[in-house]
């Protein structure tokens, strides 16, 4: 009982500062990425926390695969370098004996993937590209970037604002261009705000301006002045994102049998099982020998992950296209790291017998 809680205790300790380490760096460039799209006028500034939040549920199943497989090779490694192992091997104790603190510290974790690949990340990324789509519907006069040019949401209409009230609902110095009718028309107004009618209609409404007219191939054009000029914004409905794979519930996927569907799958149940194994994987490899480095031992460990990770990707890749079934593109993969397993413990308990005979 000392042994496993000392044990569970290290695993623990260690896990927690490599998914702090991970989150921070996940959650840093995904907005780094988002504040570049807020910057050039793409999303709304209010929206990056928001996707930043589905962003992060995204990926999270993968940190907390790379964070349980770290956690227990560094924690193993280091029994290695400080001669604990010397002593675990010479009481009589077994490398299989690591297998059940192991399983018991990932059993949280496991749970936790589980929900969170097949229910809480398509639910992300479906709230993600519902929330887009919201933000990509919404008035002229809220999505102008000042000092930018933005395309309205009809792709008739192009603004251009030179400053922006702090809620949006006043803008100056305003520049629209928009077609209508075959005739090129230019509207210049010193302010502008936004306006809904009584049947719900919204509006653009400019102030103090001019508008000019020209029908493009002829020398013929209008000169209007305004002091007051409503555009009517065409707004749609907002409308359901369309749904893929990646954005598809649990059961409505399963119930899908197209190759995409099927794709998804795998990966949604590939990375759960994935986890499991790469637990049992890191016990082996965590080999170190006190007297030499251990960068073979760490290259080794992320070569295992990485070609794990990158066979996983391809047997959906193969499965979306049609190349193998369902069941093959499924069991290939996690029953081919699932024989290297046993392979990897035998090799390393007959070198551990191995040295003890040669000491006798």
């Known amino acids: 009982m000392v042994f496993l809680r ?18 921070a760096i996940m959650v840093t460039t995904q907005m780094i ?7 050039s006028g793409r999303i709304a500034p209010e929206a990056v926390a928001a996707l930043l939040g589905f962003a992060a549920l995204n990926y999270l199943p993968i940190l907390l695969s790379i964070t349980l497989f770290i956690s227990i090779l560094l924690s193993l490694s280091r029994s290695y370098r400080d001669s604990e192992m010397v002593v675990w091997f010479s009481s009589g104790l077994p490398l299989t004996a690591w297998i059940r603190p192991v399983l018991l510290f990932t059993f949280p974790f496991l749970l936790g ?7 809480l990340s398509p639910w992300a990324l479906s709230m993600s590209a519902e929330y887009r789509e919201r933000l990509s519907l919404k008035s002229d006069a809220s999505q102008v970037s000042p000092g930018s040019f933005k395309e309205a949401s009809s792709q008739d209409r192009v603004v251009f604002v030179e400053a922006v ?3 949006a609902s006043f803008v100056r110095n305003v520049f629209v261009s928009s077609m209508q009718h075959g005739r090129l028309g230019v509207v210049m107004a010193a302010t502008g705000r936004q306006e809904i009618a009584q049947n719900g209609d919204r509006f653009l409404v400019l102030e103090n301006g001019r508008r000019y007219e020209v029908e493009p191939g002829t020398p013929e054009f209008r000169i209007l002045e305004f002091e007051k000029y409503a555009i009517r914004v065409q707004e749609q409905a907002p409308g359901n994102p369309e749904k893929t794979p990646r954005t598809m519930p649990l059961l409505d996927l399963l119930r899908d049998d197209s190759d995409g569907c099927r794709a998804e799958a795998v990966w949604r149940f590939g990375v759960p099982i ?12 965590s080999f170190v020998n006190p007297r030499a480095g251990r960068s073979v031992n760490m290259l080794m460990a992320i070569f295992t992950y990485m ?24 069991c290939a993969v996690h029953g081919l790291m699932l024989l290297i397993l ?3 413990f035998a090799r390393r308990i007959f070198v551990f017998s191995f040295l003890r005979l040669a000491r006798t």
Do not use: C, M
Not at 6 to 23: D, N, Q, S, W, Y
Not at 113 to 119: A, D, G, Q, R
Not at 274 to 285: D, E, G, K, N, T
Not at 311 to 330: E, H, N, R
């Open 274 to 285: 994935s986890a499991l194994v790469l637990a049992l994987i890191a016990i082996p490899l």
């Open 307 to 330: 070609i794990y990770n990158n066979l996983l990707s391809v047997s959906q890749a193969w499965v979306a296209q049609g190349k193998i079934s369902f069941a093959l593109g499924f």
């Open 113 to 119: 993937i589980v929900v969170l690949s097949l229910f």
């Open 33 to 39: 990425r988002l504040l570049g799209q807020a910057a």
């Open 342 to 344: 046993p392979l990897l």
């Open 165 to 167: 009230s702090e809620d």
């Open 6 to 23: 000392a044990a569970r205790r290290e695993f623990t300790h260690t896990a927690a500062g490599i998914f702090v380490a991970l989150f």
